[in-house]
């Protein structure tokens, strides 16, 4: 399959993540990627060109050069940008693609020439590790083979989904952000360890590790978490009673943590985090 080429309008995070995780998968090469951004940018633009790629601070020269455009830039940019490349947008190059917060496909065709390929997409930065969790949703013009071009992309840096464009608030909310909620979970799982004793280095692994493990477990053998829960979970000693049947195995540790997290309200602060970053989405595109 021949190589894409890719322009990234905007160098920050996402982008970085992205285009550092189609690198490694062998979706195309350095040289094949061109990043986009203001002078005041300078340093991403330091930052991706470290990597191979090529830099420049005109949106329509990366928009030129590629067979698929990736605007990684602010919402409030977006329409800027978007009139920025309508000379150099075709119904027939490039395709168009977007992972701004709350930008919608009508916005997105709206500022382009008529039958513009557009193609929302919402990656998340685990995408540089090959492990992003990825959603898109396809404009009145994408045709079938951007769709596959799409899919070809993401599905390099982890999961992809398509979904209906009403989804993406909520895949914001959870994938999108989701990553910032699992670090605070495993930067206080290492401080657990830590309190009780562990070297801080040792407490971290343990903890990223668990998580990592724990979510294959969920993904590969299809049980419902609450089942694989059960199955951690031991039951738990009555006071005056020892119900192990061997007294140096200790019973009911996992509950009794299980039990310290429902007390002090854990599903309902992620509930909670999804909901407001949902919401915040929401906002941001004016709904």
Do not use: W
């Not at 914001?172 to 670090?183: F, M, W």
């Not at 206080?188 to 070297?199: E, H, K």
């Amino acid at each position: 399959m021949a190589t894409l080429r890719i322009g990234f309008i905007g160098a920050g995070n996402m982008a970085q993540a992205f285009a550092k995780g189609l690198i490694a998968a062998g979706v195309t090469k350095p040289q094949g990627i061109v990043v986009s951004s203001p002078k005041v940018d300078q340093h991403l633009l330091d930052q991706m060109a470290a990597i191979g790629c090529g830099t420049t601070y005109n949106n329509r020269e990366a928009a030129s050069f590629s067979d698929v455009v990736v605007m990684a830039v602010k919402p409030a940019v977006i329409p800027r940008v978007l009139h920025d490349l309508q000379p150099c947008v075709t119904p027939a190059r490039p395709l168009v693609t977007s992972v701004a917060l709350g930008v919608t496909l009508a916005t997105m065709e709206a500022n382009l020439p008529p039958e513009s390929r557009v193609i929302r997409i919402m990656p998340n930065t685990p995408a540089l590790v090959q492990l992003g969790a990825s959603v898109f949703c396809r404009g009145a013009h994408a045709t079938d083979e951007d769709v596959q071009t799409t899919r070809r992309l993401l599905s390099a840096v982890g999961e992809v989904d398509e979904v209906p464009e009403g989804f993406l608030d909520a895949v914001t909310g959870l994938s999108g952000a989701g990553p910032a909620y699992v670090y605070l979970a495993i930067e206080a799982l290492a401080d657990g360890g830590v309190r009780m004793g562990l070297p801080r280095p040792l407490s971290l692994k343990l903890a990223a590790q668990t998580v990592m493990g724990a979510a294959k477990m969920v993904l590969e053998t299809g049980k419902h978490p609450g089942q694989l829960k059960d199955e951690v979970c031991s039951p738990g000693a009555r006071e005056g009673h020892d119900l192990s049947r061997n007294s140096h195995t200790p019973t009911g540790c996992t509950i009794q943590g299980v039990a310290a997290l429902e007390r002090n309200g854990l599903r309902a602060a992620f509930i909670s985090a999804v909901h407001d970053a949902t919401v915040k989405s929401i906002e941001t595109s004016g709904k």
